[in-house]
């Protein structure tokens, strides 16, 4: 369900998208980084099911950092522009207990994208992952119902 991108406002050091021209609100507005389209959440904080349920409303999923390329990309935008460390990712283990993969496309978690000592599954209740660089990059596992910002991704690649 790839949807047509509209660039909406090129009055800022980067040019920002919506799927839709009747967008909801000011919102959702997409960034364009690498070859791909995000939403970065950087006010509102919600638990993974309802930053997943969001993305779905724009057309959406939660980021899925399933390259090299695209996890240095959009890490040197969160820093270059300043935004908070902490997103959650579509990456979970809801599914096997143990075995975090990628949503929708279940493809594994890459092994070397933890962060230090992750994922320990602290008290066996934590299924969500979210991203975070500060001292180190890399994913954590945490409690789904943590509240925290999120990054949506278009399905859509820039051709
Ligand atoms: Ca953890």
New binding site residues.
Partial sequence: MASTVHPIDNNTNFTVYSTTKAALGPKPLFTQIGNKFYFIETEVKKNWHDAYATCRQMGAHLISLNSADERIAVTKFLQDNKIDTFYWTSGNDLRQQGNHVWFPTTDTVDVDIW?P??????AGK?HCDIYRYDIHLGL???KCESQERYICELPKHVN
Avoid: F, K, R
């Fill in positions: 962060y000592g992750e994922p320990n599954n602290v934590e954590n596992d945490l």
